[in-house]
């Protein structure tokens, strides 16, 4: 296990794109182990043991246990620092906006509304006044602040796993249609509309840091990663219907601007985005891209993925969550990118190389 | 401006997802005296073209779903100027996103590309039960049934209507054709669909010559 000391240097150099290994999160299990702190009931809490390894199925013998290890000032895993947070399957960002989230069990979801919007057709005609509800941020910072007074003494805090971006808000109050629509037809209203939402998120992201301890001057994000400075991760889910000119125009002022508002931020993308890698990546100010490496047809194959993040790496640090790789293709990776600005987030589990769907 | 320029005119606005243009376009071509007919057959020229660059990779899902608009308003135009009778239903589709999923910008595109190929759909919209896709394909008597769904955990209910449709009699009255990120062609057989559909696109294209066929 590693100690706090060498994890903060080790994240401090992969902002900068100069660590020297790349960061790895190998997950055994099921789920995220943030999943498991999410609530108050804490489970499934993993045990290392003095070699560093975790604990597996068999009998358990002192001569295996440390002190040290049983009792990390800092609870980690690989890589990264594990983050307690508000449960990130609310579309909260679109909640504060005024779009009631609808729970689908068959699902297993929480949607921002049924893609068809709540204002009127004519909404570039209008003032576009976003109405905030209130009780929803509220509920949001109060969940922050909970989880602060319950497990700062053991985790870091971060933010809600999922804040959707202003063009994911902008559905949810218009439309999905509308969104493109809006593009093309009333392009200027679109954009002031967008970078109001945009300032919306930076209000959103801000009251949560507000109640975040910081830790040797920085925040852990919610990969896990510390930064020496403010930190927030936002996404564009609807921009994956977009061309990469109407990302350009569009989306990547508004993505410049909540990189602006922090110091250290990062941006989810799914395979589907990989069209907006290069756009993303000339944000100067943004910290990390995040991608989602989902198997086609999502988006890419790993071999088509390959040119494409070893472009991307040279500019930013990369975010990759392959949670269907095997293991020959998490080795193809590894080898390929540069240790520099390289995070992988992995399961190698039978079950998980069992249903891996990605074809060359 | 000659009829065969401002038909040509009216391929290339369209291929180019100029709205306004096509739009004055239409209405030029009116004004000169054009036949709606040939009106509809230049703008289907310009889709060919769209699905052409969609293929290539050099249109992407909002062009689409622009050209659906275009069309949508171009028929407004071109409405009053067919002669009664004229107009005909290229098909029947009835399409919804299953249970358990609200996921519906494929869907959409694939309903305003047919809708603007004269197609007569009936949208049940997002998170629709079996039971009302079964009641809808008894009702309408569509040639073709249109499922979509994004999430791995909502796609098995496709075989669930599919089931359901075969327990009320009618799955040999009705084509059925899925779509959806988590599908692929072997998935879609076994579910029990008989046809897969890869990209908005590609479903347009299949629906079309399912229904040729018929």
Known sequence: MRSVEDLIELHRAWWKLENERPLLNVVY??????MWLQSDHIHGMELVLKDGSLAKDGPLTPDMLSPEKMHPTTFTHGDLFLPVMPYGKIPWLEAICGVTPQVSVKGNSIWAGFGEGI?????????????????????????????????????????????RGPV??????????????????????????????????????????DVIPRYRGGYVNTWGIWAP???????????????????????????????????????????????????VTDIEELGALQYSLEPPPYGPTLKEWIPILKRLIKKKPLILNGWNLTREQ??????????????????????????????? | MTDGEVLRKLTKTMADIDFEGTLKACEDAMATGISPAK??????????IIGERFEAKEYFLSELIMAGEIMKEAQEILKPHFEAGQITTAGRVVMGTVEGDLHDIGKNIVISLLLSMGF???DLGVNVPAGRFVETVRKVEPDVLGMSALLRATVPEMGNVIRALEAAGLRGKVKVIVGGLPLNAEYAKKLGADYYAEDAWKGVEIIRKVVEKS
């Open chain 2, 39 to 48: 009106v509809v057959e230049a703008l289907s020229d310009g889709m060919r």
């Open chain 1, 229 to 279: 400075g403010t930190v927030t991760r936002n996404q564009e889910d609807g921009a994956a219907y977009l061309s990469p000119a109407l990302y350009k125009e569009f989306l990547q002022p508004i993505d410049r601007k909540i990189a602006q508002a922090f110091d250290y931020t990062a941006i989810h993308f799914h395979s589907a985005h990989y069209i907006h890698g290069d756009a």
């Open chain 2, 120 to 122: 007569e759909v009936t």
């Open chain 1, 168 to 209: 994911d808000i902008m559905a949810g109050l218009v439309g999905d249609k509308n969104v493109i629509v809006g593009m093309y037809r009333h392009p200027e209203e679109t954009k002031k509309l967008l970078d109001k939402l945009a300032d919306i998120c930076i209000m959103v992201m801000k009251a949560q840091n």
């Open chain 1, 29 to 34: 299990r099921e789920d995220f182990p943030w």
């Open chain 1, 330 to 360: 998490i080795n193809m990776l590894l080898k390929e990118l540069p240790p520099q600005g390289l995070y992988l987030e992995t399961y190698v589990q039978e079950a998980g190389e069992s249903h891996y769907v990605y074809r060359e």
């Open chain 1, 119 to 163: 204002w009127p057709q004519d909404w570039w005609e209008r003032d576009m006044e976003v109405k905030i509800n209130k009780d929803w941020l509220d509920l949001l910072v109060g969940t922050t602040r909970y989880c602060v007074e319950k497990f700062s003494d053991k985790f870091f805090i971060a933010q809600t796993s999922i804040m």
